[in-house]
């Protein structure tokens, strides 16, 4: 009887175990109160659609409390997205492969139909079975930036400290973005940690996988991805802990000595003067050309100063991005010869001019002399002000939707020079 007993004790404390553990795609209270939030509520796909569309398009579904990528996709298709855009997070989820199974979580992803894909712009987290991957596809083998774990194509896990569960069974990965610090977690360990946007980060991408594709990694927000890659996956207890943008740093996104920090697209002739200015001009074809920061600007306090050395048809691009050669989408703070609204707000595509000045102002801008032009992006409010004076102050919701890079546009056309300098950026 004695025994008896104590198998009922042991039976009873299981049984009181299994029923106080967390249920799947659930918040404890502790998690509620520390500000974790369910990206996925286990029953249906609400706050989820496919990439760059309204609307969820089939091949993925909630199965059993999951959702579950029926294994249609291919690398040009096959993704969904949260609804919302993320910046600064924990991200922590549970999945399961099937056998040689390929997917992965992407993040920071740009929604836009320039961009066919989601990998083109955000990170990603690699899942894959490696062995079973390598059994499915031999001979082929995978490199080894496109193993489980790694940062897609640009860091590698530390192998050693890494703890897979055996294929069929669920994993639980992490992904920390912490204004620019990641690390990688899987199973509780950290297996990867880097710096993003450091030089070393540019290296990385400008020497492997992204080389040609110029907006990779850039975006300091963006919304979340899933990858149907063309095999079956299953994720659940997706979770996310937004964490704080650290604002207030001022930086001077131009040394005076050399071009670091920016980077060329389109014809155009960049270079540093003997004066230490820098100077925008005419390429050899006169086209349009365009000199662009290597990061990507939100919220914002600008100031800079320009001087046009001859004819003044140039632009101070914000939120904006390339596509191909020299195609531009985004915003302007028009910098433009006496008569063409220096400081008024260009959109490059679809709309047009969102705000003229006043003819009255026209006089504020001195030719072939140093101006003073500051521009203030602060959500849906843009403000511009030239040497001093108030130019423009409007709100857009479509400008404050987005971030992207600061941008030297050079105009097609002929004897086009602008020279720049003392250019300083708060972030807001």
Not at 279 to 288: A, S
Request: some cysteine; hydrophobic content about 35%; proline content about 4%.
């Amino acid at each position: 009887m004695k025994h008896f007993h104590s198998f009922l004790a042991v039976s009873f404390l299981a049984a009181l175990a299994i029923s106080c553990a967390p249920k799947d795609n659930t918040l404890t209270k502790a998690e509620q109160a520390d500000g974790w939030q369910l990206l996925f509520n286990g029953q249906d796909l609400t706050g989820w659609r496919s990439f760059n569309k309204p609307e969820l398009i089939g091949g993925w579904s909630v199965v059993d409390g999951c959702i579950r990528a029926a294994g249609d996709g291919s690398d040009g298709s096959g993704y969904i997205v949260t609804d919302k855009k993320y910046s600064n997070f924990i991200l922590k989820w549970d999945w399961k492969l099937t056998h040689g199974g390929n997917s992965g979580m992407i993040y920071h992803v740009v929604e836009n139909p320039v961009f066919d894909v989601p990998y083109v712009t955000g990170p990603e987290y690699q899942l894959i079975d490696n062995e079973g991957w390598e059994e499915v596809n031999a001979p082929s083998k995978l490199e080894e930036w496109q193993k489980l774990g790694v940062d897609y194509a640009m860091h590698l896990p530390d192998y050693s400290v890494m703890k897979v569960n055996p294929q069929g069974e669920w994993n639980t990965s992490q992904i920390v973005f912490d204004n620019g610090h990641v690390e990688h977690w899987l199973n509780g360990v950290k297996i990867l940690e880097f710096e993003a946007w450091t030089d070393d980060w540019f290296v990385r991408k400008n020497s492997g996988k992204w080389a040609n594709a110029p907006e990779y990694g850039l975006a300091s927000e963006g919304v979340i991805c899933l990858q149907d890659h063309g095999d079956p996956a299953s994720f659940k207890n997706i979770k996310i802990k937004e964490l704080p943008h650290k604002g207030g740093k001022t930086e001077s996104l131009f040394n005076g000595k050399d071009l670091t920090g920016w980077e060329p697209f389109g014809d155009g002739k960049w270079y540093v003067d003997n004066e230490g200015n820098l100077v925008t001009e005419n390429g050899d074809t006169r086209q349009y050309g365009y000199l662009g920061t290597r990061k990507y600007y939100k919220d914002f306090d600008l100031t800079c100063e320009f001087k046009e050395a001859s004819n003044g048809n140039s632009g101070l691009f914000f939120h904006s991005f390339i596509e191909g050669f020299n195609t531009v989408h985004g915003w302007q703070c028009e910098v433009a010869p006496k008569g063409n609204d220096t400081g008024g707000i260009y959109e490059s595509y679809g709309r047009g001019w969102l705000y003229q000045i006043p003819d009255e102002k026209e006089e504020i801008l001195k030719p072939t002399d140093w101006n003073t032009l500051r521009l203030k992006v602060e959500g849906n409010h843009i403000q511009t002000w030239l040497n001093g004076e108030p130019m423009t102050d409007i709100e857009d919701e479509q400008i404050g939707a987005v971030s992207g890079r600061i941008m030297l546009q050079i105009h097609d056309g002929n004897d086009i020079k602008v020279l720049w300098r003392n250019f300083k950026l708060t972030e807001l």
